[in-house]
């Protein structure tokens, strides 16, 4: 069997010629030519061959990869560190609050030289005006008196003085003004004169009572031969003008009234705009608490027979300092309020009710009194930069004893960055301390 596989296999004989056979034999190939041999060999391998960038390009961008991946590593690194390591120390309180509802039926007072325990008010006054311009209807002979604002000092004692209605006023040309209603100027506090800022009126009419010059200064001619004329004595505030004799430009009553109604509808809309910028951001309002006097400014007139309508609103407006005010409230509606600072957190919701209020003088009248109704929240405050400064080098177990010395802190919670450290940071700009009042359910 072995020797038949070779049968077609015909051995060459004599010479070199080959003599081919019928079957498949290898002898049947033809030899390549060295020359077509070569040309295939190029061909295959340019078939093999795979186009690449220049290496010296793709070497480049690979280098810059790394380079932004490692910084990036880097970054992340350092964060870590800085947080795990080096952090700040971050401690997080809990104030003391309580949740109060008030009842209209509690009357609180206050009281304008308040005494240890009392609850002290200060009056701020503000005052704003509004103008409009109607026509004349006509003309007549008119005799006015020039009036305008003056401030009254009591140099002479704490005692208040009472001056009666139309105390005089006497100018340096002796010039007499008066006062329309008796008044009370306040005492001496603490070494400084009590002040009274009040209208008056001339004596005369015409405008040779006008004055204009702001350091003006009256006597109170009623004193003299008694100590206090030298210490009881007047300033100007405001100019005195509007004195007039003579044909003038009238208006219609109705229209003049109707147009002096509708300003001081105007000014009362601005009451509240007008004082956000004078009340203090220590003291704590209410709207409730504000009087407001009118007054009608001698009426202009100008070249074109037109009438100037304009009307004064001088506002009063009671204020409490706030931590003095929320103290009030803590002591009036819990059994055992806690020591320290507090705060009236949302004081809007609380309602006002002047006691009395038309009979109030609050210019004079040595205090107020008044009810709340409503509910809000007292929130006991924390001085963190005490804080910080006893507890700056501490062990953390110190923590609790420190808190002891803050009635208005609930709890607290410490995390001291690098984290094996048992001791707080002495640098106390390098403890952080957190507010956080407890969310209510």
Do not use: C
Not at 6 to 26: A, E, H, L, Q, Y
Not at 51 to 79: D, E, K, M, N
Not at 295 to 316: G, L, M, T
């Amino acid at each position: 069997m072995g020797r038949a596989m070779f049968d077609d296999i015909t051995p060459p004989t004599g010479g070199s010629s080959v003599k081919r056979t019928t079957g498949n034999s290898i002898r049947d190939v033809t030899p390549l030519q060295t020359a077509d041999r070569k040309n295939r060999r190029i061909k295959r391998a340019e078939r093999r061959q795979v186009p690449t960038q220049p290496r010296r390009s793709s070497a480049g961008g690979g280098r810059f990869g790394i380079w932004i991946l490692a910084i990036v590593i880097f970054s992340i690194a350092l964060s870590a560190i800085g947080f795990v390591f080096i952090g700040k120390t971050t401690i997080t309180v809990v104030p003391q609050q309580e949740s109060v509802n008030l009842s209209a039926n509690v009357v609180y007072t206050a009281y304008k030289n308040a005494e240890e325990g009392e609850l002290a008010y200060e009056v701020i006054p503000h005052t704003i005006e509004a103008t409009d311009t109607i026509a004349a209807t006509g003309s007549e002979l008119v005799k006015e008196k020039a009036s305008g604002r003056i401030v009254v000092y009591n140099n002479h004692s704490s005692a208040p003085q009472r001056l009666i209605k139309n105390t005089r006023f006497e100018a340096p040309n002796g010039a007499i003004y008066r006062v329309r209603n008796s008044i009370i100027v306040p005492g001496m506090v603490d070494g400084e004169q009590g002040a009274l800022e009040i209208t008056v009126y001339a004596d005369k009419e015409g405008q040779d009572q006008d004055i204009t010059n702001m350091n003006t200064r009256f006597s109170i001619p009623g004193l003299k031969g008694d100590p206090r004329y030298d210490t009881f004595y007047a300033k100007i505030k405001e100019p005195i003008v509007g004195g007039f004799v003579g044909e003038r430009a009238v208006v219609d009553e109705d229209v003049l009234n109707a147009t002096q109604t509708r300003l001081r509808q105007e000014l009362q809309d601005r009451v509240r705009s007008a004082l956000q910028d004078q009340i203090p951001v220590t003291s704590e309002w209410f709207e409730e608490g504000t009087f407001i006097e009118y007054e009608s400014a001698p009426v202009a007139y100008n070249e074109d027979k037109k009438a100037v309508v304009k009307e004064v609103a001088r506002i009063y407006a009671v204020t409490f300092d706030k931590g003095a005010f929320a103290r009030m409230l803590a002591t009036a509606a819990l059994a055992t309020p806690e020591e320290g600072d507090i705060r009236v957190e949302t004081p809007k919701n609380l309602e006002m009710e002047i006691i009395n209020k038309s009979g109030v003088d609050i210019i004079s009248d040595a205090l107020v009194q008044f009810t709340l109704k409503g509910a809000t929240t007292l929130t006991w405050q924390i001085d963190t930069e005490s804080l910080k400064n006893d507890l700056a080098g501490k062990h953390s177990g110190a923590l609790n004893t420190v808190m002891s010395g803050y009635p208005g802190i609930k709890s607290a919670q410490a995390t001291i960055r690098p984290f094996w450290k048992k001791e707080f940071p002495t640098e106390t700009e390098r403890i952080s301390i957190d507010i956080a009042p407890e969310k209510k359910k």
